[in-house]
């Protein structure tokens, strides 16, 4: 959860900040347009905290497929009365409720994609549902993983409404409902968020930030699944190590697993852990349920082993390099054994671009023009995979825009409502920028 210090300083940071942003907008440093953004954003705080309420008071586990088209439907009516073309995209082949997509279309310039999703890690079987505040805190599913988020995307937009300037951009607006849980086959799962992202020239994700409401994020590692398949010789135990019954398949499995140990790690943003490991004489094992079952005993050499991790990597290079590297450890058997490798990627890397570094230099600009101080950029091995890496490879992506929070994924998830209105005008302010700067006006 948020500790005490951390609130007393997010708390003295907000008082601070609005009266230096008052400060700065005297000192003429934001426009009229970005003033009228600020002063929307500040009146319809309360409005705001309002509808993440409603949406976090509604189941949205990931395979609660009509709790994640409830959500949807919520926030599908305020972005049509935003006049947003919405359309709600069914894919019954992966079996996950679906996505709320927005478009609009305004003057040439710069198409900016907004990513959000609708799915939370609390299925309805959970005990934690509801939302509670207890002053500036409030506690609930999604609250931080990303509800205030989605909701932080929906109230810039209005607040560039409201100073009459929506009309002009170009805004594609994605919610996923399976970004906890991606659907199978994710080629077919993140089609349209791909495709979105081809016509995008900018990509924002609006996850929360890490540490502090002035942190944002310009490279984040992706996600690759392993598995490693071994079988030894099946024989009496006290004739293992023996010509005829070699070294077991638990042996070999342990001198991989050491290797890929030895030879592979300390290597910057690089991990590869194993979740998951089932030897004996005879195993099962359900990649789709995650679980299994093994049966051996402790005078048979056992026959078979099966290994499940995951392979995070800040660089689809580094994600390859990495893969023919944990090949050829596994390719060195001991005496009767043999084993495979295979991967199925799931989320690529979003690489630090020069083009994200820029956007990143954007947004601190912003945030110092409002008077809420220097941004940092957060180190890519603190944070998780995420849907805009499927974004960022057709454009400059910076994530990390949402409100500060603490707990997510847990019983303590939480958000501190303070920040929500602070990363609403930055991220409103940033947009318009952005807008601007790529159709020529002023």
């Not at 409404?161 to 659907?183: F, K, M, Q, R, S």
């Not at 030894?232 to 070999?252: D, K, V």
């Not at 990597?313 to 390859?320: A, G, K, N, S, Y």
């Amino acid at each position: 959860m948020i500790g005490s210090g951390t609130r007393a300083a997010i708390a003295l940071l907000c008082v601070g900040a609005a009266g230096a942003a008052s400060t700065e907008i005297a000192a003429q440093r934001v426009s009229q347009v970005e003033q009228q953004i600020v002063q929307f954003v500040d009146a319809h705080s309360g409005e705001a905290v309002g509808l993440l309420e409603r949406i976090v008071n509604i189941n949205s586990g990931t395979m609660n497929h009509e709790g994640v088209r409830e959500v949807g439907r919520v926030l599908r009516a305020e972005f049509d009365a935003l006049g947003f073309t919405t359309r709600w995209i069914s894919l019954p082949e992966t079996n996950r409720g679906g996505h709320l997509f927005a478009e609009r279309t305004g003057v040439a310039g710069k198409t900016i994609l907004m990513i959000g999703h609708l799915d939370t890690v609390f299925e309805r079987d959970s005990p934690f549902q509801r939302f509670q505040r207890e002053g500036d805190i409030a506690r609930g599913p999604g609250t931080e993983d990303m509800k205030g988020g989605d909701v932080v995307m929906l109230y810039a937009l209005k607040s560039l409404h409201a100073a009459g300037v929506l009309d002009d951009l170009n805004i594609i607006v994605a919610y996923t409902g399976d970004e906890e849980d991606p659907g199978d086959p994710v080629e077919l799962a993140r089609r349209d968020l791909v495709e979105a992202a081809e016509k995008a020239d900018v990509v924002l994700g609006f996850e929360g930030g890490v540490g502090s409401m002035n942190s944002a994020t310009v490279a984040r590692r992706g996600y690759t699944d392993w598995y490693l398949q071994v079988t030894g010789e099946r024989g009496h135990s006290s004739l293992i190590f023996t010509p005829q019954y070699g070294a077991g398949a638990i042996n070999e499995t342990a001198r991989i697993l050491n290797s890929f140990y030895l030879e592979l790690s300390g290597e910057e943003y690089l991990t590869f852990g194993a979740g998951v490991i089932i030897g004996g004489t005879v195993t099962t094992y359900d990649t789709a349920q995650a679980r299994g079952t093994a049966f051996g005993k402790t005078n048979v050499i056992p026959q078979t082993v099966t290994v499940a991790g995951d392979l995070r990597t800040l660089t689809f290079e580094q994600r390859d390099r990495t893969k023919e590297r944990m090949q050829e450890i596994v390719s060195r058997h001991l005496p009767k054994t043999s084993a495979q490798v295979s991967f199925k990627d799931s989320y690529p890397p979003m690489a630090p671009t020069a083009g994200n570094q820029q956007l990143f230099e954007a947004l601190n600009q912003v945030s110092l023009d409002l008077g809420y101080g220097t941004i940092e950029a957060i180190d890519p091995g603190r944070r998780g995979a995420a849907d805009i890496s499927f974004a960022a490879p057709n454009a400059d992506a910076l994530a990390g825009l949402g409100p500060l929070g603490a707990g997510g994924h847990t019983p303590d998830e939480e958000v501190d409502l303070r920040s929500i209105p602070v990363v609403t005008k930055r991220a409103a302010v940033l947009i318009y920028r952005l807008a601007k700067e790529g159709s020529g006006t002023e």
